[in-house]
């Protein structure tokens, strides 16, 4: 079956850019996604981008997606205390023509002062 | 404001009891899912609709029931039969069941057992 893998802990200090790194097995994956979860919470939707697309950059989130690789990733600019939280990345392509999304374990990004 | 519900937040369940954890949103959303999250793991899928009166199994549906006899609803019942359910429950809607509709989610129910 497909998989999402994710690295599972990255720390880094206030105001350094942080980058999340994510790869896939689905070759025919379209859509691509990042979700931020903070503690106790549910998932919000931060960015998505179109496997046409190389980049797609949105204020702070920057997403890179290099298909040949299978590799996504997920820079965020001037990183703030308040990005701490786990960042999930998931898939959903073609074969799954009701979008069913794979999810990875998620990253814990840990922000320090 | 446009949202998911999810109630309760946190629920308990005694040995051999069902329990019903319920779902509302005010999105206009024709499809609706339910995830369950273990710690250091990802998601995975327990069940998901499409449209009213209509549900498919996901990968994990074993112990779990649902229905969706309205638009805005979605309760996921953790039945006797689920005999590890402690866990944190995720619902989701999109617009519509297909690829390029994003999933928008609650902020989960915390279930364990007593």
């Known amino acids: 079956g497909e998989d999402v893998e994710q690295s599972l802990f990255l720390s880094v200090r206030e105001g350094d850019s942080s980058v999340i790194n994510c790869t896939y097995t689905?070759?025919?994956?379209?859509?691509l996604y990042w979700y931020k979860q903070e503690p106790g919470a549910g998932l919000q939707l931060l960015t998505y981008i179109f496997s046409n697309m190389d980049m797609k950059q949105d204020q702070r989130l920057t997403v890179l997606l290099n298909k040949k690789d299978k590799h996504l990733s997920l820079r965020i600019a001037d990183t703030q205390t308040g990005d701490s939280a786990i960042y999930f990345c998931?898939?959903?392509?073609?074969?799954?023509?009701?979008?069913?999304?794979?999810f990875g374990a998620g990253t814990q990004v840990v922000v320090t002062p | 404001d446009g949202g998911i519900t999810q109630s309760p937040k946190y629920l308990f369940r005694k040995e051999g009891q069902n329990v019903t954890l319920s779902c509302e949103q005010n999105l206009n959303h024709d499809a609706m899912y339910w995830y369950r999250q273990d710690p250091g793991q990802g998601l995975r899928l327990i069940y998901y609709s499409q449209i009213v009166n209509d549900f498919q199994k996901g990968d994990i549906a074993e112990g779990y029931s649902v229905s969706r006899e309205k638009k805005e609803s979605f309760p996921l019942t953790v039945t006797s039969a689920q005999k590890n359910p402690t866990a944190f429950y995720l619902c989701a809607s999109s617009a519509a069941g297909g690829y390029n509709q994003p999933q928008h989610f609650g902020d989960g129910t915390r279930l364990s057992i007593l």
């Open positions: 689905d070759s025919s994956s379209t859509y």
């Open positions: 998931a898939e959903t392509g073609v074969t799954d023509s009701w979008g069913k999304l794979q």
